[in-house]
C-alpha cells in the first residue's frame, strides 16, 4: 500500500523547503521521479507494481504537487542539486532511479553531477530538441498561469490538458504535430489539471528548467552507472530515440510497442543493477498522513501539527489548506482519502478520535458549517468532457464572498480582496478536493443544531 510523508529539505542559503513524497513496498530503495506539470501521483498504479521488487520513494519535484518550490530562479542544475539534497535528508547513500520525460532530464543531470549517488537509472523518453523545436517551445510553451476574476483561466487550462494528447506540442496544429495516441479520457485530464492548480505558476520554473536543460548525454568514455532509455510508440520523444548518438559503455536506448512494454523493460533492467541496502527513510513530525482504521472508513488522512495542539477540523467544503495552525482534512476534503461511508456523525467522529490519539492533538474545534441547505450548497462536481465542473466551483467561492448562502441574493458585507483572484483559487481548489462535503455536512451541522 502506498504511504505519503512530508520531509524538510535545506536549501543553498539555509533555509528549509517542505517536499512530499509517496512510499511503496519494501527491499531496496528505487527512486522515481515524475514529468512535469505532473506529480508523485501520476506513479500511484506504477509503484503498487514495482513496489513487489523495490520500495519506490516517488516524491513531489519542487514547485509541483505538494512541494515547496526552489527559491530565486533555478536551473536544471538547481533541481538536479535539489533532488540530491532530498536523498541526504532522506537517508538516500546511493540507488537506483527511474525518470519519465522531465524527470529523467532531472535524473540524468543529477546523475552526471553525482554518479557515486545511484546505481543505474532507466528513463522514459529523452528529449533531444532541434534548434528550431527550442524556438518554438521558447516562444509558446510556458505562458504566465495566474487565476482570472471570472475563472477565464480554467477553460484555457482544461482544453490545454486536453489537447495535449491530441497535438504535441499541444499548441502546434498543424498536421504533422498530431499524435497517435489522441484520448479524451476525463479522469486523466481532470488529474492533470488539479496538478496544475496546485502549482500555479510556478509549474513555469520547473518545467523552463527541464526545457532550457543542455540536451547532452554524458561522452562515450565517461565513467557513469548504466542507463536504459525507451520509448513507446505514440510517445512523442520515441523518435528521440534515433538522436542519442553514442553512449556510455553499459547504456542501452530501444523502441518499444506499447507503455506496458516501456514499464516492462525498464523493471528488468533495474532489477539487473546492484543491489543495495534497505533504507530508513525519515519524514517530519509536524505534517503526515494517519492511517485510520474504522468500521466506516480505511485510508490515509492528513495531518498538520504537533502533540498537545489544539487541532482545527475544517468546515464541509474546505480544507487546511486554508488555515493556519494543526488541523485535519477530514475523509474526502483536502488530501486526505475518500469517504466511504455515510452521513452519520458517530462514524465521523471515530475517525477523528484516531487521528487525535495516534498525533496526541488536544482538542478538537470544529469550523461552523456555512449556513443554507447542504443539498443546495454542494453542487455536483463531477468531471465532465467539457470541464465545466470547473467553472460551477469557481462561481460557487466567487458567490459565497458576497452572499450566505451562496446560492441566495442575500447580501453580506465583504471586503473586496474577499473577492482577489489568488485567495478565489485557494478556495476553489478546496472545493474540488471536497468529494464528501455534502456527507460530512449532514453529520456535522447536528452538532450546534441545524445551521
Given at each position: 500500500?502506498?504511504?505519503?510523508?512530508?520531509?524538510?529539505?535545506?536549501?543553498?542559503?539555509?533555509?528549509?523547503?517542505?517536499?512530499?513524497?509517496?512510499?511503496?513496498?519494501?527491499?531496496?530503495?528505487?527512486?522515481?521521479?515524475?514529468?512535469?506539470?505532473?506529480?508523485?501521483?501520476?506513479?500511484?498504479?506504477?509503484?503498487?507494481?514495482?513496489?513487489?521488487?523495490?520500495?519506490?520513494?516517488?516524491?513531489?519535484?519542487?514547485?509541483?504537487?505538494?512541494s515547496e518550490p526552489l527559491p530565486g530562479n533555478p536551473d536544471i542544475a538547481d533541481f538536479a542539486a535539489g533532488l540530491i539534497a532530498l536523498m541526504d535528508a532522506l537517508g538516500l547513500d546511493r540507488c537506483p532511479a527511474y525518470g519519465f520525460h522531465s524527470g529523467g532530464i532531472i535524473l540524468m543531470t543529477a546523475m552526471k553531477h553525482y554518479p557515486q549517488r545511484f546505481t543505474g537509472m532507466a528513463v522514459g523518453g529523452y528529449a533531444i530538441w532541434t534548434e528550431q523545436e527550442m524556438a518554438i517551445f521558447s516562444a509558446s510553451y510556458l505562458p504566465v498561469f495566474q487565476p482570472s476574476a471570472y475563472g477565464e483561466h480554467l477553460t484555457w487550462?482544461?482544453?490545454?490538458?486536453?489537447?495535449?494528447?491530441?497535438?504535441?506540442?499541444?499548441?502546434?496544429?498543424?498536421?504533422?504535430?498530431?499524435?497517435?495516441?489522441?484520448?479524451?479520457?476525463?479522469?486523466?485530464?481532470?488529474?492533470?489539471?488539479?496538478?496544475?492548480?496546485?502549482?500555479?505558476?510556478?509549474?513555469r520554473a520547473g518545467y523552463g528548467a527541464v526545457l532550457r536543460a543542455p540536451r547532452d548525454i554524458p561522452l562515450a568514455d565517461a565513467n557513469v552507472p548504466p542507463v536504459l532509455i525507451s520509448a513507446y510508440a505514440g510517445d512523442p520523444l520515441q523518435a528521440h530515440i534515433d538522436r542519442l548518438g553514442a553512449m556510455p559503455a553499459g547504456w542501452k536506448a530501444e523502441k518499444v510497442a506499447t507503455q506496458a512494454d516501456h514499464h516492462r523493460v525498464s523493471l528488468d533492467w533495474l532489477l539487473a543493477l546492484p543491489s543495495v541496502p534497505d533504507a530508513v527513510?525519515?519524514?517530519?513530525?509536524?505534517?503526515?498522513?494517519?492511517?485510520?482504521?474504522?468500521?466506516?472508513?480505511?485510508?490515509?488522512?492528513?495531518?498538520?501539527?504537533?502533540?498537545?495542539?489544539?487541532?482545527?477540523?475544517?468546515?464541509?467544503?474546505?480544507?487546511?489548506?486554508?488555515?493556519?495552525?494543526?488541523?485535519?482534512?477530514?475523509?474526502?476534503?483536502?488530501?486526505?482519502?475518500?469517504?466511504?461511508?455515510?452521513?452519520?456523525?458517530?462514524?465521523?467522529?471515530?475517525?477523528?478520535?484516531?487521528?487525535?490519539?495516534?498525533?496526541?492533538?488536544?482538542?478538537?474545534?470544529?469550523?461552523?458549517?456555512?449556513?443554507?441547505?447542504?443539498?443546495?450548497?454542494?453542487?455536483?462536481?463531477?468531471?465532465?468532457?467539457?470541464?465545466?465542473?470547473?467553472?460551477?466551483?469557481?462561481?460557487?467561492?466567487?458567490?459565497?464572498?458576497?452572499?450566505?448562502?451562496?446560492?441566495?441574493v442575500n447580501v453580506i458585507p465583504f471586503d473586496p480582496a474577499a473577492i482577489a483572484p489568488a485567495g478565489l483559487a485557494a478556495a476553489h481548489l478546496a472545493l474540488l478536493q471536497a468529494r464528501s462535503a455534502y456527507a460530512f455536512h449532514t453529520a456535522y451541522g447536528d452538532r450546534d443544531g441545524d445551521p
Open positions: 500500500m502506498i504511504s505519503r510523508h512530508f520531509i524538510d529539505v535545506p536549501n543553498p542559503d539555509g533555509s528549509l523547503r517542505r517536499v512530499h513524497y509517496r512510499r511503496c513496498g519494501a527491499g531496496q530503495p528505487l527512486l522515481m521521479v515524475h514529468q512535469s506539470p505532473r506529480s508523485s501521483a501520476e506513479y500511484d498504479a506504477l509503484m503498487r507494481v514495482w513496489g513487489q521488487h523495490f520500495t519506490c520513494i516517488a516524491p513531489d519535484t519542487p514547485g509541483f504537487g505538494q487550462l482544461w482544453n490545454r490538458m486536453l489537447e495535449q494528447s491530441w497535438f504535441f506540442p499541444w499548441f502546434d496544429l498543424r498536421p504533422e504535430a498530431r499524435l497517435p495516441n489522441a484520448h479524451a479520457d476525463v479522469s486523466r485530464i481532470d488529474q492533470a489539471v488539479r496538478e496544475m492548480l496546485e502549482s500555479g505558476d510556478h509549474y527513510l525519515r519524514e517530519s513530525d509536524d505534517q503526515g498522513f494517519a492511517r485510520v482504521s474504522t468500521e466506516y472508513f480505511t485510508g490515509l488522512v492528513h495531518w498538520r501539527g504537533r502533540a498537545g495542539d489544539t487541532c482545527i477540523i475544517p468546515a464541509p467544503g474546505r480544507a487546511i489548506s486554508l488555515t493556519v495552525g494543526a488541523g485535519i482534512d477530514p475523509p474526502g476534503h483536502g488530501l486526505s482519502d475518500d469517504w466511504q461511508a455515510g452521513s452519520d456523525r458517530a462514524t465521523w467522529d471515530a475517525v477523528f478520535a484516531q487521528v487525535q490519539r495516534q498525533r496526541g492533538f488536544a482538542d478538537l474545534v470544529f469550523e461552523p458549517p456555512p449556513p443554507g441547505n447542504p443539498a443546495q450548497l454542494y453542487p455536483d462536481l463531477t468531471p465532465d468532457r467539457f470541464g465545466s465542473h470547473l467553472a460551477r466551483a469557481w462561481s460557487v467561492v466567487r458567490a459565497g464572498r458576497l452572499f450566505a448562502p451562496w446560492y441566495s
